[in-house]
């Protein structure tokens, strides 16, 4: 007899956006949890130039930032993060099921709705970049 054919389900996509600056556990949980619920994750990561054009810099720089998100497993592909106004056209050209983002983001992409999911995710409590930064600088006044 011929094995029976399964119907082919085509694999979903989430697309998020970040700085990923000091890679921590709040980025890893994020990714997995993007994870449980599609089978690829897409990671744009903000370029230093257009961190500074949204007034931040980074610790740690693109290049190797790209290198950590992308060496997380939780990962399928990265690309940068160049402009506000890309993500229309990356959302169709990765095909992405979801745009998928923190809670801090709640409301700020839902003008993308027309084209895709667009879900907020809980944060990760009690760590953030901005946190372990602000860890080090005190420690580093306190002598430790
Ligand atoms: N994120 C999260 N939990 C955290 C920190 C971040 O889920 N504790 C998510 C954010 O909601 C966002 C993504 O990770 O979707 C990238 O966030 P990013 O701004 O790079 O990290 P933060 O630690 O929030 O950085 P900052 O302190 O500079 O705002």
Redesign the pocket.
Known sequence: ARPMLQPVRRPTVAL?Y????LF?I??V??FERIRERWDRLIVAVSTDEFNAIKG?RSVVPYADRVAMVSACRWVDEVFPERRWDQKADDIRRWGADALV?????TGRFDDFKPLCEVVY?P???G?????LKADVVARVHASI
Request: charged share 25%; proline share 0%; aromatic share 8%.
């Open positions: 998020t970040g700085t990923y600056d921590h709040g980025h949980r994020l931040k983002m923190g809670s801090d983001w995710l944060r990760t409590e760590v953030s970049s901005t946190a």
